[in-house]
């Protein structure tokens, strides 16, 4: 790794290494709940959805997207880290 913030990636270097037991290490979070609680909340502040296209910034190996597939959004994601997008893919 890189040292300091200046010069050096931080944040994709650690998600980098991660990325290989990033789901065994969050298996047991509720994605589900969560993001049924998420588009609740959000369909309640915008007064409904006129689509069901979603961006997930920080996307990591896709566990939080995977409900919102399930669900029927069509869904574009990202993150700093390469081997957390090829996970997701």
Do not use: I
């Not at 789901?23 to 998420?38: A, C, H, I, P, S």
């Not at 997930?56 to 409900?67: A, E, I, R, Y």
């Amino acid at each position: 790794m890189t040292d300091g913030w200046l010069g050096g990636d931080l944040a994709r270097e650690a998600n980098d290494r991660f990325a290989a037991s990033y789901d065994d290490f969050n298996r047991e979070y509720m994605y589900v709940q969560w993001t049924g609680k998420l588009l609740a909340c959000a369909e309640r502040a915008a007064g409904g959805f006129s689509s069901r296209r979603l961006l997930d910034l920080g996307c990591g190996t896709g566990l939080s997207f995977l409900p919102l597939l399930d669900r029927g959004w069509e869904v574009a994601a990202c993150d700093v880290s390469p081997a957390m997008v090829s996970a997701a893919r």
